[in-house]
């Protein structure tokens, strides 16, 4: 079993920064693939950016430059800093650990 919460969503205006966190417990193995995803209202899950354990990182066309994703492996916990927010962005964000496991969302709304 693997435990996901993640934090750091909320409200910003377009152009503001936010910092997503997941905390991760349980079977945790060192050898591992992490990832955010988001869905807005309406749309499918999509993939925002995906790192491996040795720092391998993969990042949607749409964030790239934006947002960036890692890891510390000490604390089993993922970030995503997202800066020039765009109202596009809007969504709930979602932390994957590997192919099964997903936490609960949080949401982040960019609006002026």
């Known amino acids: 079993q693997v435990q996901l919460v993640e934090s750091g969503g909320g409200s910003v205006q377009p152009g503001g920064s936010l910092r997503l966190s997941c905390a991760a417990s349980?079977?945790?193995?060192?050898?591992?693939?992490m990832a955010w995803y988001r869905q807005a209202p309406g749309k499918e899950r999509e993939l925002v950016a995906r790192?491996?354990?040795?720092?391998?990182?993969y990042y949607a066309d749409s964030v790239k430059g934006r947002f960036t994703i890692s890891n510390d492996n000490a604390k089993n916990t993922l970030y995503l800093q997202m800066n020039s927010l765009k109202p596009e962005d809007t969504a709930v964000y979602y932390c994957?650990?590997?192919?099964?496991?997903w936490g609960q969302g949080t949401q982040v709304t960019v609006s002026s």
């Open positions: 349980g079977r945790i193995f060192s050898s591992n693939t």
């Open positions: 994957k650990y590997n192919t099964n496991w």
């Open positions: 790192i491996t354990s040795v720092g391998s990182t």
